[in-house]
């Protein structure tokens, strides 16, 4: 049995198609349409392009169904094929979530900051799983990039605008998920 096309993504997929592409693909996990081998085919075809993987994570990561609390071997499997985007977005992911519950919290915006806790907790989940090496030296260079406030990621977290406590709220998640 093959992945219909429809969930297959192709090079030049745009971010948008990409989020729709994994829109479908929950769908049909939800309703248990696809096996495991199918699913890694349609979230390897995702992950392999920066806008495919985005596209995957932005979903994923915020979706309001379980799926992505217990990752499918398939999923699992796919999110290997490709470390280096993955780690950087999980990464990322992770810092972002982690400063946008300080942020939703001050809001008292209590919904926002719990959605910004699930992607924060699905985030480390992935990584603490995948255990890419990729992910341990990303996750050590935002940690280096928090406490200095320079290296690979100063122009990260400075483009976000992140203060002390969102930056200690990072700091704190990505020693959490590297087990620090």
Known sequence: MSVPSSLLASESITFERAIELTQ???????ADRLSEAEI???????????NGARGFF??????DRAL?????SGVLDALQQAPEIVAELLVKNLAMSAAMVVYHSREQNEEM?????????????LIQTLQL?????LARQMLAS??????????????WGYDGEQKIAISWAVKEAMGS
Do not use: H, I, W
Not at 24 to 30: A, K, R, T
Not at 68 to 72: Q, T
């Open 24 to 30: 479908s693909l929950l769908s049909e996990m939800e």
């Open 40 to 50: 890694e085919q349609s979230v390897a075809s995702l992950v392999k392009t920066s």
């Open 58 to 63: 932005v979903t994923y990561l915020t979706d």
């Open 68 to 72: 992505a609390d217990k990752p499918s």
């Open 113 to 125: 900051a719990a959605s910004s806790a699930r992607v924060n907790g699905r985030s480390r989940l």
């Open 133 to 137: 090496p990729a992910c341990q030296t």
């Open 146 to 159: 928090v406490e200095n406030g320079d290296g690979e990621y100063a122009s990260f977290l400075d483009r």
